[in-house]
């Protein structure tokens, strides 16, 4: 590993530290935003499953994974808001300057906060344990599932980067977000499965990577099948597709 990789690898690291310092210090803020997906899985699920036929046997288990993601993936297009502040502020100015490679500052940014959001993986699946989901006693299927919350959080931070670097107020980047992410959850297989849904929905859910995700994880956590590939192709394109984007784009954050 030369100098340049080895300075590159050792800042990615330092952002995902520096977050995780934060969580430490306050973890008010992951608390308050589990209290959704927790009545999700404690309420929502439990009423649903005796009221409507949806072709799940255990519908608290079957919708626990969709939860996870849809706090997950609110909380990761929320991470940049405050990439909005620091170019107020002229932190961020203050960062590209500095020798870090903006790949690095990407790569490090979407990667620290896809940790932040996989906080709600614990949370929703202990939630939805208490009222009887069952879940592998497979740790290492357990820790999978956990990894792979990381791994697409990676692209959703990425977007969020992304969309940081066009909206130029917090109230209007807040705004997107707002009127992105309940329709990323609802077209996706989070709630119901795919076969149930109107064909249009369907051809939707395809193009929407929440529905490779969630589709992984409960294969992981719920079936114990390893057998993820297309899954993982789906959502390396994902990943891959919004980092460079968000590479290519950072400079306008500053404009």
Known sequence: MNARTLRAFTSVLAMVEMELRRVWHDPVEIVTRAIQPILWVTVFSVVMAHRVALGVQDYTSFIAPGVVFQSATFIALGYGIMMVFERESGILKRLLSSPIPRASIVIGRALAGSVRASTQ???????????????????????????????????????????????????????????????????????????IMPKLLQIVALFNPLTYAVDATRDLILYDKLDISMDLLALTIFDVLFLAIAIKELSKIIE
Request: glycine letters at 6%; aromatic letters at 12%; proline letters at 4%.
């Open 121 to 195: 993986y614990i949370i929703v699946l202990a939630s939805a344990a208490l009222v009887g989901a069952k879940f592998t006693d497979n740790p290492l299927l357990l820790t999978a599932g956990y990894l792979m919350v990381i791994y697409v959080d990676i692209g959703f931070t990425a977007m969020s980067i992304l969309l940081a670097s066009v909206m130029k107020t917090r109230e209007r980047f807040m705004g997107i977000i707002s009127a992105i992410s309940m329709p990323l959850f609802f077209t996706s297989n989070a709630l119901y499965p795919l076969e």
